[in-house]
């Protein structure tokens, strides 16, 4: 952003040809063509240079500029899940192989992403194998997960045809919002367990570590 | 074929309305062959869609016109249904339909019929070159074009407009979708290579009561009707032909074209060459033709995108660069 060696245009529209590739590199928002090794806007934005020599193209908000107002906040219609993007996800079914979960909201794994709310829920799952580091074989998902729970996960496959493969495997990684069978709050007391503040009663889970 | 599950009109029995200025009865607006009609682009007009875009040809100058309108609506990338295979490109499905009322003289059915098939395969063709689906893995995009008015007929049979020639209505209606839906993917968001515009061009032979097929003439940048030989009287090259122009195409080419990396991505080419030669020649003069056509468009959708980014920047505050939209202003000839 210091520097602003290719006259950029102020506006880039998709296909307009930005920079040459050998002393930069094509970042979001562009692509790289391959008759020319071109860097080309693929999308409607203002383009910048950054330090690192890098291009790249983005639209001044998140959220489409629509002038009506939105129910949700910004869901942004263009957030996929890929692999090692970090997920917030609601279960909502158990077998003892595995959780299904429903991801609502996404951070993308380009650098200085935020987590934003997506507009269509995808479905995934945390099979029993990938949601602790240690002891993977003995995990029993009823002792880890409950419907309803809201999990952050890292996403570690695209998966099948209609999941995406998730993994809690990581401290900071696990239950963050809990109730308990009564429907109070859960807090966290440990990594296995959560307590609820009213009845003093302990359920177990995979919990997240507190930031 | 009926359709049994909506309330459809009399089949027959009602007799139609009759206004004074009926589309027939209209003046069309004498212009010189290579000019293109003035366009009417603007995007993000339908709210739930993620893009969308509303096109209409020409502007019109008066509310009784005759004119193409449509709206192009883009939606996702969205998961995919749960049934359909895992694909590691995005899924690019385009839809064109025309409303019942778009034909002026004649209802159309509700049911998809051949022809929206067959454009809306065209239009999926067309589009699908242009965008990245590399970037978004197990989803689906869906484009949907509406017709709500088609300018003149559609080379339906019973519409006819006699004198021979070729129809040039369906492939203004596919070159004005397809240049309709790219603005909207922009619009959306979602990463292309580059914007698809389509162009049509005709060879027209002026209607003087003597029609015969003639050779494909000179595309004049001088404008005129060029003579080239004793059969090839006033065959010239027209570019964005309306079908509701008091002339004969005898041959036309639609094609999608991508202008800044400088590919088609669709050739469509009907009516008749001239016998003596196998018309290659004929063919890519019209194809440049068509091309020259797309490049006008492609102007306007920069433009169209150009100016819904400065509302939008105006919109949320942003707006800081002076002069974003004073260096793009094109003109169109």
Known sequence: MSQDPPLLPPLALPGQPLAQSPPYTAGTGTHTQNSTSTITASIAGIPRAHTDMSISVTRPTASHPHSHPNPNPNPNPLLLPEVASAVLARVTRLNPRQATVEIFALQANHAGAEMGVCEHTFQGLIRAQDVRATERDRV???DC???GDVVRAVVISLGDQSNYYLSTASNSLGVIVAHSDAGDPLHPINWRQMACARTGIVEERKVAKPI | MTDRRRINGPPEGTTPLEFLTGFTHQSVIKRSPTTLRKIFLKTSLTPPATGSAFLELPTPSSPSTPTLKLTASVY?????PSATAFSPNARLTAELKFSPFSTPGRRRGYIRDGVERDLSAQLSLALVKSVDVGKYPKSAIDVFVSVLDCEGGLGDPGDGKGGGGVEVGLMGVLAAAISCASAAIADAGIECFDLVAGGVAGAMLERDGDVEVGRVGEGGDSGGARP????????????DPSPAGDYVI???AAVGYMAAKDELTLVWTKGSMSP????TEETERLIDGAIRAAIGVRLVINEAIKERWLLGLNEIGLIKEKG???????AMD
Do not use: C, N
């Open chain 2, 324 to 330: 974003v939209g004073g260096d793009g202003d094109t």
């Open chain 1, 145 to 147: 997960f409950r419907v």
């Open chain 1, 140 to 142: 029993k998902i009823l």
């Open chain 2, 228 to 239: 080239r030989g004793e059969h090839a009287r006033k065959v010239t090259l027209v570019l």
């Open chain 2, 76 to 80: 996702g990338p969205r998961p995919l």
């Open chain 2, 250 to 252: 005898l041959a036309a």
């Open chain 2, 276 to 279: 003596s030669s196998d018309g």
